[in-house]
């Protein structure tokens, strides 16, 4: 059972920046949306998106979660 | 179905009345039995996410139970009794929950085809005369929703899976669907009287909203939802189901006879 992780962004109201609330494994975008909703349910939110973390592409930094997706110097 | 309104139960002739009455006991006993089928798996499922998943779909389905129990109460009847004094052959469940999910193929069978029959009766229930119903189930659908989009995923995986994972859940669909097409789409007096007075579509109107939701999934398995026939031996009309019942753990669990037990009246 092949998974990745997504991170999951939620706001309370309209208007409100997108937080980032945590995160889930989920074998794709259709059970990603369905885990998230379940998993963080502890709000009631008035939007909630996912991403996969692999499309997170880092800007300052090369260590950390999302280096995986960090622009490799060499082909800068 | 009809323009106008029906503000209470009072306001039907005694055909329809008891239709709807038995529809209102048949939509509460299908989700405590659906609720208590998820929260099997809230250990032992695929992954922690599908896990907490199950048991907040087991969440939602209690929930959408007691709401449902309570409108018990226009017809004159004590929605505490109903919940917990009644026997396994007295509830009206679909009787593809009368035993406990065997495997995730199971599991994700029964979130399809019976969770998919209920969200039909529900959205039929939903757009009637009825107003309780009117007002009160659209949020249990909503929250269907997500029940539906996990159900449809994993249905799809599984399909793409191996050939056992595709055979699993072949056979469990198939042993599922007749026995849940004739109680979601009666074709009794009872179900008769509902729809002449407005309060549901007819068993018609019914299935073909069903097939329109879950037959795209199911032909993903090569299954066509058009030609599967409804079964209906011993048709218990009093009911709206087949003979037997849920088996007697489940039932404990859903009168809660355990804890009530601890009980000091």
């Known amino acids: ?33 369905v885990y998230a909703w379940k998993t963080y349910d502890e709000e009631r939110w008035f939007e909630m998106c996912v991403v996969p973390r692999s499309c997170i592409i880092p800007v300052n930094r090369t260590d950390g979660p999302f280096a995986a997706a960090a622009p490799r110097k060499d082909r800068l | 179905m009809s323009g106008s309104t029906v503000e209470t139960a009072a306001d039907l002739p005694p055909d329809a009345r008891q239709g709807l009455r038995r529809l209102v006991i048949a939509l509460a006993d299908a989700k405590r039995l659906m609720g208590i089928r998820y929260s099997d798996w809230l250990l032992g499922a695929p992954s922690i996410e599908t896990g907490i998943a199950a048991s907040s779909m087991a969440q939602d389905e209690w929930g959408h ?28 469940s679909p009787d593809a929950l009368d035993r406990p999910f065997e495997d995730w193929a199971e599991v994700v069978a029964g979130c399809v085809v019976i969770d998919g029959a209920m969200s039909a009766c529900l959205r039929s229930f939903a757009g009637g005369s009825y107003e309780p119903a009117r007002s009160r189930v659209p949020k249990m659908l909503a929250e269907e ?38 109680w979601m789409a009666p074709e009794d007096s009872a179900a008769n009287a509902l729809s002449d007075a407005g309060l549901t579509d007819g068993p018609g109107a019914i299935r073909s909203s069903f097939e329109a939701v879950v037959g795209p999934v199911l032909a993903e398995l090569e299954i066509d ?25 489940a039932i404990e669990r859903a009168r809660g006879d355990r804890n009530r037990m601890l009980f000091v009246e």
């Open chain 1, 1 to 33: 059972m092949h998974e990745v992780v997504y991170e999951v962004f939620a706001r309370k109201e309209r208007g409100e920046p997108l937080k980032h609330i945590g995160y889930i494994d989920a074998m794709d975008d259709a059970l990603a949306r």
């Open chain 2, 65 to 92: 139970a007691r709401l449902l129990y309570a409108m018990l109460k226009a017809f004159d009847m004590d929605p505490v009794q109903v919940e917990h004094e009644r026997s396994s052959d007295e509830y009206c």
């Open chain 2, 145 to 182: 929703e997500f029940h539906w989009d996990m159900a449809a995923a994993w249905y799809h995986r599984l399909a793409k899976a191996s050939e056992e994972a595709r055979t699993r859940l072949r056979d469990a669909t198939l042993e599922m669907l007749p026995s849940t097409l004739a």
């Open chain 2, 225 to 249: 939802l058009s030609t599967a026939e409804a079964r209906s031996e011993g048709w218990d009309e009093s009911r709206g189901r087949g003979p037997g019942g849920p088996d007697d753990d």
